[in-house]
């Protein structure tokens, strides 16, 4: 994929050591990088023109999710979902083979009856879905927004260290995400590497698009050149999370 390079995918591959040893075909290594890469087959190659679909961030919590939400809005997805934890719900009652379901499967409909009204979404529990819903979506394009784990674990430790009770639904967010409810530095940093490589290994790469919000990134120029839009001649969106105070944060389309 031309539009990812290795600089993009610095903040990955201190982790991915076992997966970049050098090959026969690339005995110096300078290009393992791409093998983290799903390489995608002709059957989804990118149409020309303006991206018309949907657009999945699906990078975790603490990696400029809100800003991208906004950036999306501006960019003409108007319909966006964040946070939304009523969604488990609906997984709730999904057959466990969904990474196999196809764009016409019925056992499908829970969740395209979720995602009907939307545009894009971003940040979790959807973001944990991605052979999901490149299954149901096979033409939608989707962005992991990353940072380096050593800089993203003390942001995540910082809002997620607040007690919302046992029984408060983002606690099975964060225990689908992460592995536990409060934030453990092992844990939480290798559910985070481990998302990412997973995200990078299933998406053909000419459908991903890997963004370094907070670390400033190309914003708008890199975000509308992957959906062939035309960027606005502003600054990104610099954006945080409202608290989740209450049970179920309403479905937030804006």
């Not at 975790?60 to 809100?66: D, I, R, Y």
């Not at 999904?94 to 196999?100: D, E, F, K, M």
């Not at 409060?182 to 290994?201: D, E, G, I, N």
């Not at 459908?207 to 606005?232: C, H, N, Q, S």
Request: glycine letters at 6%; hydrophobic letters at 40%.
């Amino acid at each position: 994929c031309e539009h990812i390079s290795a600089d993009d995918a610095a903040f990955i591959l201190p982790y991915a050591a076992p997966l970049l040893a050098p090959t026969a075909a690339d005995p110096s290594g300078a290009h393992a990088w791409r093998r983290l890469f799903n390489r995608a087959p002709p059957s989804v190659a990118r149409p020309a023109g303006r991206h018309r679909g949907k657009v999945f961030g699906v990078g975790l919590s603490k990696t400029g999710v809100t800003s991208l939400r906004q950036a999306l809005v501006k960019l003409g997805w108007a319909r966006t979902s964040a946070m939304n934890l009523s969604l488990f719900e609906t997984l709730d009652a999904l057959p466990a083979n969904l990474s196999r379901l196809g764009p016409k499967d019925p056992l499908a409909r829970p969740l395209r009856r979720f995602l009907k009204e939307i545009d894009a979404s971003t940040d979790l529990p959807l973001a944990l879905f991605t052979p999901e819903l490149l299954a149901l979506y096979p033409d939608a394009l989707f962005v992991l927004t990353t940072r380096p784990p050593d800089e993203w674990y003390p942001s995540a430790e910082r809002q997620m260290g607040t007690d919302y009770g046992a029984d408060h639904p983002i606690h099975w967010n964060r225990a689908l995400a992460y592995g536990a409810p409060r934030p453990h530095p092992l844990l939480y940093t290798k559910a985070f590497v481990a998302h990412a490589l997973a995200v990078m290994r299933t998406v053909p790469c000419e459908r991903l698009l890997l963004m370094d919000i907070v670390g400033g990134g190309g914003g708008y120029r890199e975000l509308g050149a992957f959906l062939r839009v035309t960027p606005p001649n502003e600054p990104f969106p610099d954006l945080k999370p409202p608290p989740t105070t209450d049970k179920v944060r309403v479905f937030d389309v804006l």
